[in-house]
């Protein structure tokens, strides 16, 4: 932690804040300039509050140095993590794609969904049966019951499901599910988070649509901390400026993150664009960045009335797609993960 | 709502949209030019599927027209809203200012806050118990037992009590709160915002940093549709690139809402901009703009080590901050929030 | 400056390092930790390229501490500017109001509306000659022509007249123009703002859409240190998520830039805003928030054909708007500028 | 062209307005609700003044629905434009990396650089003579001699040279550059635009760093309308709130411009990320989305006194970066521009 003092800083406000962070186990240096002085912080800066360290008077600005986490720091665990979804390892050289409809709609729709994802390629299922939907007015999902359909999906294919937890007090409901979501606008839910620390259960950490990341790995922090290591991030697309698209992918957050943490990232192609037809360069530019995984969205069927001709075209997208993806895998020296049955 | 059709669409499939949209009474008239064709909709198009509509073949492009939100929309209730808050009444010529300190320490703390604030003319007590927190490893609040030391805080002053809800699970202990404060973490955390509609509370919904003032109505509107119509919204700032200030105060939200919706807006300038000097300056601007109050944070004393000549200073500093505010308010000819014990 | 090195950094390019450091008078102290080293650089720090200093394999990140700005620092130069403009005093207590069309479209029309605002209070009158416009096929202003129409326009009215320069080759032209704006998308046009800093003339230096308060103040820095020191700053809404108003007015920045700078700073609610029913109240938040004019659109003529009832109203509601404006001005303890002729 | 009245729009007014647009020969059809009514304009809407519209009494928002750029838009030119560089031939199916130092500093350096990157793979040699600095403070480039040391250096490899213009007036210099660079802070300088619209060289016209896509293209708008088709377009990353890397690459662009204009796009990597590791994994997911090319900073050596150990990494990892760009762009069926000399 680097602290900037006021010019003119009072002495023995000085003295007392020196003391005081001598008390916490800080080692403190001064570089004295003319119009600046700096104190240099060292040890474990991450019980010091920043904000009542800024709301000193004596103090211009604080800027932390270290990483404040931990549990998810490379530098404190240099190999890749690999997490364990239901026989399927994450990370390290395998690559997946979860693939399913955005909702759960019915006991056909999922299964024959998840029989054509898997005969495309995909190793997991995703599927919501909660759903944050932005109006109260809107489908809010078929909650507990598409749990048991997305069930069903996997007994018909072996395909390990995914799908979104939106509060705590479902956890119970959610003892069967593979791998768990926590959503973009859950990201720091963390009472949610807090709970899932304590299960032993994969987590597929989504990045809130404007957070940070540092945030994103500060809310793994909060699964890790509670005794939970089993963490997959995701990246999906940020919110800027820009309304080409509905979000911005961060690709960088791919390397970045990489670097950084130990953990597996994955990327929504889907959700960063909002249209089809973006998806296919924006998995292609994933994996060459890195990624250990896609979740790819399959288009809900639009209403039957509307279907002729359009209906069989996403299924067949989809398939195509997953040439290119399974293409390009090969070529990064990956392998893609399969499900037999 | 207006549907852009791609260049040459396939007749059949439009005949069918067309029908479909009939058939959810939804009245539709195309305008059909060289590269392009407008279909214009009118109805209920709330309960229509934007997302769906846009991923049929023929569509290039959808766009809402009409508000999505009813219950918190002006043209649907012209008068402003009063929320009455354990008898203080909230909008239209009142003006309150809920202060108090970022988190609750301990009794002597909060009493003695709540007792200064109160002396400078702040009209609600707000203190954190549940701590919504980027780092695991930072203090969380004191949850429970702070909810009872705001209670004993109440009982000294009279003022009412506002304080943050993080978890939909936690509303029993909140029975005895006057105002629930949805933090801006927790704006689309819809589960809570469901449950919260179901009681009776005023409700304060504070702005998400990243979320836009269409999605805070929308929120807005989960409590309302549940049936609790005691709404007050709240401006907190929004992330943006700048960083010499930690957040953006969007000053031109208040006027936007004023506008667009019915229910009373307040301003937090001390989230807003991180810093205690510009509290001042953006609460006569909050005032100028058309708040109907402002939520202030009295600085966290610092450690007793640290506090020689730097404690006294805040409350002071708070008292100084009232002068202003109390002369602005009654110039724009709104009456200050009393508390009389 | 700050430098935090990399875990193990080589012991000889530190010395390397640190040695160079001393050869540019630039003192080092360094805090070792377990984890992190940091370097506490003082002196004068602007002549270092932090990009270098970033490069080195030894560096892990480089944070500047010390303000890069100097001329246009209150630091350095305590009291506030008063710019003078054709004799009327910017800054200091003194508060002016820019009124005018977007495009000067003839000479009835400039003549007739400069008219009109002086008789509403402004004190000087703004229009645009040259345009910069997003698409070439819109109009690009009357260019030389428009200028002369301003001239007239002063001529009848004593305003003195403020309009956009968007080269440095049109200098000659702007010659007898009293305040010279460099619009929001010419900000870091350095070239011009060289050329600006050659001239004696008052510069009206608009906010970047996307760029911080710090690059603000490093542009007026370029017309500053170049040797006129005559530079008005205009905060006019920054590019953010939000779309609900064209841009973001960040009235933060009024306090903000007044505590850092000594310059004055307007605000122009037309371009934050976008619509004309936002102009007033962001007009009162700027001025509570402590600017020293604003610069205000009195929208144009719409054709003919369109004008019947509509055509009126715009010109009277800024009047009506003029009203609050010097209310406000007059509570808050500063003076309208006012224009004798 | 979407035109939304407000409710109980005056029938007067709309009629002038709907004859009016008569008049302009545009086609307008109203689609009457109870609470909205829509007007669809068809025709060359690119004529009407979209603020005029929207300031008009009897209407709420007016929303563009055609492109505004034309010859740019893939919709009037479905096939890919090839843009040739000094023989080089940028688009369809070739690859071409343009690398080089950030400035331009002595005649060896320049030189050394050139050669070091043909032979790893370049085909393109950049290098900033004209500076655009934040800083008036910090070095501004050799100018015009810079201009002369790159012409020398293409003597010496063969390359073509690519480097930034800051102003019109310096376009008599650039005669002999084989490609103009237009900055990032300049993308809307028109005057600049303009005046490179009136010559046939190739144009690389980089992103603003918060400006929109489409903004991009209308900005290629102005230097094709004025008779230049010859222009490329160069992602370089946007502003967002994420500060872990300097910009936010925006690599939905890539496909998104692709399908929407027949212009080839490159992708900075250097000045997307600020740092040099995150170069290589930025230039594979640019590959692969599609684009056509990559700027690519080669590091400026740093003073001699810091070299030790340091120095020659760069040009080394510029060759390792090469040979995986070399890869994947065989992988993805191009080919790599080549120079022979």
């Given at each position: 932690m680097v602290v900037i003092l006021k010019q003119n800083a009072d002495?023995?406000?000085l003295d007392n804040l020196v003391n005081w962070l001598g008390s916490q186990e800080i080692k403190v240096q001064?570089?004295?300039?003319?119009?600046?002085?700096?104190?240099?912080?060292?040890?474990?800066?991450?019980?010091?509050?920043?904000?009542?360290?800024?709301?000193?008077?004596?103090?211009?600005?604080v800027k932390r140095i270290q990483e404040p986490y931990k549990n998810s720091n490379r530098k404190f665990h240099p190999l890749d993590s690999i997490i364990d979804?239901?026989?399927q390892k994450v990370g390290e050289g395998m690559f997946h794609v979860m693939a399913g409809p955005c909702s759960i709609e019915g006991e056909d729709q999922i299964i024959n969904i998840a029989k054509a994802v898997k005969s495309s390629g995909a190793s997991m299922l995703r599927g919501g049966a909660f759903k944050p939907r932005t109006s109260p007015y809107a489908f809010q999902g078929l909650r507990g019951e598409g749990l048991e359909l997305m069930k069903k999906a996997r007994e018909a294919t072996g395909l390990p499901i995914v799908t979104e937890i939106m509060s705590a007090s479902h956890?119970?409901?959610f003892e069967d599910?593979?791998?768990?979501?926590?959503?973009?606008?859950?990201?720091?839910?963390?009472?949610?988070?807090?709970?899932l620390g304590h299960c032993k259960k994969p987590i597929l950490l989504k990045r809130g649509l404007a957070n940070t990341i540092e945030e994103l790995l500060m809310s793994a922090e909060y699964i890790m901390a509670g005794g939970n290591p089993n963490v997959i991030l995701c990246e999906r697309g940020i919110r800027t400026f820009e309304t080409a698209t509905r979000n911005t992918l961060d690709i960088s957050a791919i390397p970045y993150l990489k670097e950084k943490s130990h953990l597996p990232?994955?990327?929504?192609?889907?959700?960063?664009s909002g249209v089809s037809w973006l998806v296919n360069p924006l998995a292609m530019a994933a994996?060459?960045?890195?990624?250990?995984g896609l979740m790819i969205e399959v288009h809900n069927n639009p209403p039957k009335a509307l279907s002729d001709g359009a209906q069989s075209l996403t299924p067949a997208q989809f398939d195509e797609t997953m040439k290119s993806i399974k293409g390009l895998v090969a070529y990064m020296g990956k392998s893609m993960g399969?499900?037999?049955?």
């Open positions: 002495k023995k406000q001064a570089t004295v300039g003319v119009h600046t002085t700096i104190l240099g912080l060292v040890g474990d800066t991450s019980k010091i509050d920043i904000d009542m360290i800024q709301s000193l008077p004596i103090v211009e600005t979804v239901r026989g956890l119970e409901l599910v593979d791998l768990i979501q926590v959503g973009a606008r859950d990201m720091q839910n963390f009472e949610l988070l807090k709970e990232i994955i990327v929504d192609p889907s959700h960063a994996i060459a960045a890195g990624a250990d399969k499900v037999e049955q």
